[in-house]
């Protein structure tokens, strides 16, 4: 039984039971910090359409000090926003996984050394990113869930002094949020198509290629590996090399093989919460800061409320107003 260390950047109390349950370490002492981080500024800019939200973001930029991070939720938003920051004369990178290594490397560099402005990137950026003065980081899609929002704008402010987290806000990215969903999790006519076709493959004399069961099956690249992946956690599949996938219950019927979705459908349920909580943190009154402390079971704030953040600030010297809103 050698010493086990787990460590991670953020837990819910649901999370860590389970990280607890999986090392097999149930009586481990469980150590956190706190969420809570008084120099981060929280705010909501609700913006309707795109071209709104990049003025607002055009904007907001411009009144800020230092550099900072700009993240979207895709390739073809990075490469849109970053141009169109450098067409209002803002120095802006892009940054995203389907780049050329040494242009990655570029962009990073340039961003470390404090030359860029902005890093428009996907969430292929921040990992391992440890710099300290980052003074923003602007959220231009709402972000899948309050862990990952939590963990990309923590990384504004690390040096203690403000910095800024922004979220701009319109409703219609929840549209994006349910076509990732989607294609995440496979239904039950997904599994059968991707089982029928290793059936049909099972008599050749070796097991097929992801390929192989590609071409005979109706279903796309990306779905056909996720539905692999789930036939391999339930002992239906196996992986050999090299990289070749072998039924080991050819026997199952249709009502058998959908059954193997029900934990990816509870997952799928979990996830729409989850997305539920980022629309609740966007539209909510209450104090920003508190409803991430909630989610996180942590300490609540004094009297509720923090001070750094739209809400609270707004709520000091006036009646909670309406959000803020732009329209093109």
Partial sequence: RPPVLALTATATSEVIDDILAAL??????????????????????????????????????????GHGIVYCATVKAVEEVSQFLRGHGIDAEAYHGRMAAKKRAAAQDRFMAGA????????????GIDKPDIRFVTHYHLP???????????????????????LLYDPADRKLLRF??????PDDGDLVNTYHSLQLLAAQPQPPTLAEIVAICPLSRSKVQVCLSLLMDRGIVRQEWPARY?????????EEVAAAGHS????????????????????????????????FSDE???????????RCVSQVATPLPEPQSISA
């Avoid at 072998?246 to 249709?254: G, I, K, M, T």
Wanted: with cysteine.
């Fill in 300 to 310: 609540a704030l004094p009297e509720g409320r923090c001070g750094p953040c739209d």
């Fill in 264 to 295: 990816c459908r509870e997952k799928h349920e979990r996830d729409l919460l989850k997305q539920q909580r980022m629309v609740d943190y966007a539209e909510g009154h209450g104090c920003r800061w508190q409803v991430m402390l909630d989610y």
């Fill in 246 to 254: 072998r039924l080991l219950r050819p026997e199952l019927s249709r």
């Fill in 180 to 185: 990732f969903q989607a294609g995440r999790y």
């Fill in 116 to 127: 860029v402005k902005a890093m428009v990137a996907t969430n292929a950026f921040g990992l």
């Fill in 144 to 166: 899948a869930s309050i862990e990952a929002f939590y963990q990309e704008f923590g990384r504004a402010g690390r040096d203690g002094e403000p910095a800024r987290c922004t």
């Fill in 24 to 65: 097999r370490i149930p009586d481990a002492e469980v150590i956190h910090t706190g969420f809570y981080r008084p120099n981060l500024h929280l705010d909501v800019l609700h913006a309707s359409g795109e071209e709104a939200k990049r003025i607002a973001l055009v904007a907001a930029l411009k009144e800020k000090d």
